[in-house]
């Protein structure tokens, strides 16, 4: 994710490769970047806080117990903006880890940041100012859709907005494989399938109009669609889905 990131910084213009720093505990992994985007690398977590005004933690929640005491006197004195986007850790987690004056924000992004078609929802905690929740909104829109929310809508959005990408992949690639079965090569079954479903979420966002007023328009009296649309209710389709949301949410409460 921060390589998506990164990318999506430098290739918009936002910032330049040589204004953003790096730290991994496997430096090849920092190098990589240093060799593909310019950026420098540091030595340690402390000294990329002691130079950096934006730290960006972008590791797995697991990590956040050893890393953020590692930093937390460096992080006090320099004053830097902290943007997590580590799921299931708060504002309050954070702070309480590294000091209560502590300006956060939390970023939830998805991996549809490789091609900056990221949704990115973002939260800031009470020191975090407008000109923090900016440079956020505007990091977020090198990847994608930024969208602000309270916090305690980030369980749900992080279930929607970041695990939802799996989910649409299996459809794409579960059509694929039907269309196989009756005669498509499996590679042109892909691009028809993920093109279809592209078009129709761009529909929905462009078009106004409600989910279920675009299928009435698809579903011809008597056609293929609406053969379709009954078979997919018939086997449970949106039972199915809301089950994935509800379970993904379960899990997020026990992060």
């Known amino acids: ?42 030595e340690s977590a402390n000294e990329l ?3 950096c005004g934006k ?4 590791v797995k ?31 309050g987690f954070i702070g309480s880890l590294l000091n209560e004056a502590v300006r956060a924000v939390r970023v939830m ?20 100012t407008k000109d923090d929740l900016e440079f956020v909104r505007e990091m977020c829109s090198c990847i994608g859709k930024p969208v602000e929310l309270a916090e305690d809508k980030f369980p749900i959005f992080g279930v929607i907005g970041g695990c939802s990408p799996a989910y649409a992949y299996l459809f794409i690639d579960a059509m694929a494989r039907a269309a ?7 590679k042109q079954a892909l691009e028809i399938s993920a093109q279809a479903v592209l078009g129709s979420a761009k529909m929905i966002l462009e078009s106004g109009e409600h989910p279920w007023e675009l299928i009435d328009k698809v579903c011809s009296p008597g056609g293929t669609t ?12 949106e039972a199915a889905v809301a ?4 379970s993904a949410f379960e899990k997020d409460k026990k992060l």
């Open 1 to 42: 994710m921060a390589t998506a990131i990164i990318k999506g910084i430098v290739s918009s213009g936002f910032l330049k490769g040589e204004d953003i720093g790096v730290f991994d505990v496997i430096r090849e992994k920092a190098e990589d970047l240093s060799a593909i985007y310019g950026v420098k690398v540091f």
């Open 49 to 51: 806080c002691e130079n």
């Open 55 to 58: 730290v960006v933690l972008s």
């Open 61 to 91: 929640p697991n990590i956040f117990s050893s890393l953020l005491p590692e930093i937390s006197e460096t992080v006090k004195e320099k004053s830097p903006l902290i943007i997590s986007i580590a799921a299931g850790k708060t504002l």
């Open 109 to 128: 992004p998805n991996i549809n940041a490789v091609v900056a078609e990221a949704v990115c929802g973002y939260c800031g905690n009470e020191n975090a």
């Open 180 to 186: 196989v079965k009756n005669g498509l090569p499996k």
């Open 226 to 237: 609406i053969e379709g649309v009954l078979a997919l209710q018939k086997d449970g389709f």
């Open 243 to 246: 089950d994935a949301v509800e």
